[in-house]
């Protein structure tokens, strides 16, 4: 039981972060610049699969009913069927297999799945996009993102190998 409320607590405090920190958003060029991806794909280094899943799921929910936790703080429905919904979408593939290889022990192996994890999201992300969106150049596109997600990735492998550390 005691571990049971002290892993629930932990949950919490992740939802609360990614649901406060997660959204905030800087204008990076074309396209924002948050840290949503940052903790989504971080997830799966700290929690078990289901878990991780999990929260995902009741954070795309919590965006759903309109509580403004997406980028740039925004929410509604509108938001999982709109032009940047491939990537809300994506979270949840990308996170149960990012689970997979959570027992990596280097720093450079975990820095390179997460840059890994940032590019599969560009899949159903860029997909969605393209298909609502058949104007906008993809490929200038993911260069303004590249410096977001080496920085992300980044700060991410040095928090995961940290909390590892800590266990």
């Known amino acids: 039981m005691i571990n049971y409320i002290k892993d629930f607590k932990w949950h919490l405090i992740f939802l609360f972060l990614l ?9 990076w060029g074309p396209v924002p610049f948050s840290f949503q991806s940052f903790f989504i794909l971080i997830s799966p280094f700290v929690f078990k699969r289901k878990d991780a899943v999990s929260l995902i799921l009741i954070y795309l929910f919590l965006g759903a009913i309109g509580v403004p936790v997406f980028a ?28 997979l290889f959570k027992e990596s022990e280097s720093l450079f192996r975990v820095f390179i799945l997460l840059l890994l994890g940032h590019l599969l999201l560009f899949i159903p992300g860029f997909l969605v996009l393209k298909f609502q969106k ?27 190998m940290g909390l590892k550390k800590r266990n």
């Open 134 to 160: 058949p104007e906008i150049e993809l490929l200038d596109l993911f260069i303004w993102f590249v410096p977001g997600i080496i920085i992300k990735s980044g700060i991410g492998d040095m928090v995961v």
């Open 72 to 99: 740039g703080y925004t929410g509604g429905i509108e938001k999982l069927y709109g032009p940047t919904s491939g990537f809300l979408w994506g979270f949840i593939p990308v996170v149960f297999i990012l689970s």
């Open 19 to 27: 649901c406060t920190v997660g959204p905030l958003s800087f204008k």
